[in-house]
Each structure stands twice: as structure tokens, then as C-alpha cells.
């Protein structure tokens, strides 16, 4: 179950640190692609701080799952993870009810299991 946690915290890390680069970094390029259709092309121009900011926060969530990797003292990790992935499966759970249903399964489906598996081991 250890194992299992550390994959799945690793793999929403990974998901939130390319979130961070998509938003931040790559927004008028790459953000077209990633989010064809739900914004008008236009739009990515004049959005450009506002995705920044949006991925400065997922940059901040990907630093809290990482930090997990590195406290020793298995209470405060525990605790740690569990907060940090409650903010991500929260946040994915809001974006999916106002924005994509997709986003459940790329953002909230994996926060929920590895939140379960940090409860449950």
C-alpha cells in the first residue's frame, strides 16, 4: 500500500507540475491545444496573467505532494498528504462541476484513491 501511495502522490505531483508549465509558461501555445474549445483562441491573449495565477496555485499543490516525500515522521506525512490532496481532490471536484466532467478523471479520481490509500494503509 506504501508503494501504491507514493505512485499515485507522485503521479498528482507530476500532473499538477505540468498544470504549473501549461498555465504558466505555455498558455498562448500549448494552452490552445490543451483547452480547444472551451476558450474562444482570442481569449488566450488577454487570459495570460489570469493562467498564470491559476498555475502558480497548481505549482503550489505539486510542492505540497512532493514535501511529502521528504518528512520522515509518518504522523505529519500522513497529515501533510492528507491535506494537500484534500485541496486537489476539492479543487478538482469544483472544476468539474463548473468547467469539464473530464476533470474528475484526470484530477479528482486520482486525489480521492490516493487519499484513500494514506487513510487506509
Given at each position: 500500500?506504501?508503494?501504491?501511495?507514493?505512485?499515485?502522490?507522485?503521479?498528482?505531483?507530476?500532473?499538477?507540475?505540468?498544470?504549473?508549465?501549461?498555465?504558466?509558461?505555455?498558455?498562448?501555445?500549448?494552452?490552445?491545444?490543451?483547452?480547444?474549445?472551451?476558450?474562444?483562441?482570442?481569449?488566450?491573449?488577454?487570459?495570460?496573467?489570469?493562467?498564470?495565477?491559476?498555475?502558480?496555485?497548481?505549482?503550489?499543490?505539486?510542492?505540497?505532494?512532493?514535501?511529502?516525500?521528504?518528512?520522515?515522521?509518518?504522523?505529519?506525512?500522513?497529515n501533510?498528504?492528507?491535506?494537500?490532496?484534500?485541496?486537489?481532490?476539492?479543487?478538482?471536484?469544483?472544476?468539474?462541476?463548473?468547467?469539464?466532467r473530464?476533470?474528475?478523471?484526470?484530477?479528482?479520481?486520482?486525489?480521492?484513491?490516493?487519499?484513500?490509500?494514506?487513510?487506509?494503509?
Amino acid at each position: 500500500m506504501e508503494i501504491l501511495t507514493k505512485v499515485l502522490i507522485g503521479l498528482i505531483a507530476a500532473i499538477h507540475c505540468y498544470i504549473l508549465w501549461l498555465e504558466m509558461f505555455a498558455w498562448e501555445t500549448e494552452g490552445k491545444k490543451a483547452f480547444k474549445g472551451a476558450l474562444a483562441p482570442e481569449l488566450f491573449k488577454p487570459t495570460k496573467t489570469l493562467a498564470a495565477n491559476q498555475g502558480l496555485y497548481n505549482g503550489f499543490l505539486a510542492a505540497g505532494l512532493i514535501w511529502t516525500f521528504f518528512i520522515y515522521d509518518a504522523f505529519w506525512k500522513d497529515n501533510v498528504a492528507v491535506f494537500f490532496l484534500s485541496c486537489v481532490a476539492i479543487a478538482g471536484i469544483y472544476r468539474t462541476v463548473t468547467a469539464s466532467r473530464k476533470i474528475f478523471f484526470i484530477q479528482t479520481l486520482p486525489a480521492l484513491a490516493a487519499l484513500a490509500c494514506v487513510l487506509l494503509k
